[in-house]
């Protein structure tokens, strides 16, 4: 079985309010958990107190038996020093232009390159 330490959500429509719990992978996200480790509150200013509230002994030792976090809460237990912060990826290549917006992102530098020469130029001659 394999056991995830994620979000389920709570709150209403664009008010969200999340517990973390320890569940299933399979289980459905907001549904069935085997328990639950603190909260979190998005809505609160990050220096809060209550933004997110944790068991950091139970999260230890979940962590320990093998339950594995998800992104998000992995990035908020490595500023708490529970775990290590997941490696950050780079920008996909599909979203990267195409060749012809590179040509005409190269053409409009050439061309700033030679406006501020002719500028720097002219304004030596003076």
């Not at 990050?46 to 976090?69: F, M, S």
């Amino acid at each position: 079985m394999a056991v995830r330490i994620r979000l389920s959500r709570g709150g209403s429509k664009k008010r969200p309010f999340y517990k973390i719990v320890v569940a299933d992978q399979r289980a459905p996200r907001d549904g069935r958990f085997i328990e639950r480790l603190g909260s979190y509150n998005p809505l609160l200013p990050k220096d809060h107190a209550e933004r997110l509230v944790l068991n950091q002994d139970k999260v230890k030792e979940w962590l320990v038996k093998g339950a594995q976090p998800t992104e998000r809460l992995q990035k908020l237990f490595a500023n708490l020093g529970l775990c290590a912060a997941p490696a950050m990826r780079e920008q996909p290549k599909k979203s990267a232009p195409k060749a012809k917006a590179q040509e005409r992102m190269k053409e409009k530098e050439e061309k700033a390159k030679a406006a501020a020469e002719a500028a720097a130029a002219e304004s030596s001659a003076e």
